[in-house]
């Protein structure tokens, strides 16, 4: 038996590699190389083209080659886990993803706070004008999505001295942060974010919830972080809030359409940083023996890790 990736827009050689050093007999292919199609039993994918996993006649695993499930529900034609007889879906959770989402957030929220932002603009005219230091106090940060990713960075950002409050869909508490929940609770939890951060998963609920009345709730001068999909902001809403002077900028990693197309408003906004989708990269090493791990369990028939939920849509 073997398993393959299938992932067109990535190259997999760090994978193979890190995977095979931990198993040097394990059978990896790569699609749309040339391999057995009924011997394929476990598929790692990132933005696989659609339909193509209802090739595989023995595959009872796939496994997403990152946190978000969101690049696999595209595909219209992906076989559900919940029908007897179809392949089981699991995410990738891992320490190192979630050590440097926190880290991204840290330097993020930094950068804006201690208002790089705005010297560096200044750099640009000579401009030496010390700007009155800024109040942690007056800076809660609120954290959309406290799964995982958000309930770490929560960590990290309220050991560094902030305010920090989460917002999720269920009453959840992560180590005495304060959590609203729901749609009644947003208003609430909007209210009090001066830095927004988005790291909800991307569903049917979520999508375009960055708009302008999410905005026009927020504290004058708020700023937005997000790193969890392009498609949970309108994109069009931010430059009106940024521009009507409501929001003072924003940090995106993540976009409607990646890579940013060249002739994107946002690569020339004054306002608005822009990382290329780096705010947690998988480590091939890091996620390598949790593969292996799910490869022996679905071997021997034990229950799989980081199963996901594909009616919730993460
Ligand atoms: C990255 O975006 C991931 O889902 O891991």
Redesign the pocket.
């Known amino acids: 038996m073997a398993i393959t990736f299938i992932c067109p827009q990535r190259d997999t050689t760090p994978w193979v590699k890190a995977l095979n050093a931990l198993d040097p007999q394990l059978d990896i292919r790569v699609w749309p190389h040339d391999h057995p199609k009924q011997a394929i039993e476990l598929a790692l994918t990132w933005a696989h083209p659609p339909g193509v996993l209802r090739e595989y006649p023995n595959l009872s695993c796939i496994c997403s080659m990152?946190?978000?499930i969101d690049h696999l529900l595209a595909d219209p034609l992906l076989p559900d886990p919940s029908l007897p007889g179809n392949p089981e879906i699991v995410r990738l959770v891992d320490r190192e993803?979630i050590r440097s989402m926190s880290e991204y957030l840290l330097l993020a929220v930094l950068y804006h706070f201690r208002q790089f932002d705005v010297y560096q603009t200044r750099k640009q005219h000579k401009d030496w004008h010390p700007l009155l230091p800024p109040e942690k106090e007056a800076c809660t940060i609120g954290i959309m999505g406290m799964g995982q990713l958000g309930g770490a960075a929560a960590i990290t950002l309220s050991a560094a001295g902030f305010n920090v409050c989460g917002w999720r869909n269920s009453p959840e508490k992560k180590q005495g942060i304060p959590s609203f929940h729901g749609r009644d609770q947003l208003d609430d939890f909007l209210s009090l974010s001066r830095i927004l951060i988005c790291l909800l998963p991307l569903t049917q609920k979520t999508r375009h919830i960055l708009n302008l009345d999410t905005f026009s709730k927020l504290p004058p001068n708020a700023y937005l972080i997000n790193v969890g999909r392009g498609g949970h902001l309108k994109e069009p809403d931010l430059l009106t809030a940024l521009d009507a002077g409501h929001l003072s900028g924003a940090c995106l990693d993540v976009f409607q359409t990646e890579p940013l197309p060249a002739d994107h408003p946002f690569w020339q906004h004054p306002k608005i940083m822009v990382t290329p989708?780096i705010s947690?990269q998988?480590d091939p090493i890091s996620v390598a023996p949790q593969i292996l791990e799910n490869l022996a369990r679905l071997r021997t028939g034990k229950p799989l890790l980081n199963r996901v939920n594909i009616k919730k849509e993460y």
């Open positions: 990152g946190a978000g993803l989708h947690s998988t």
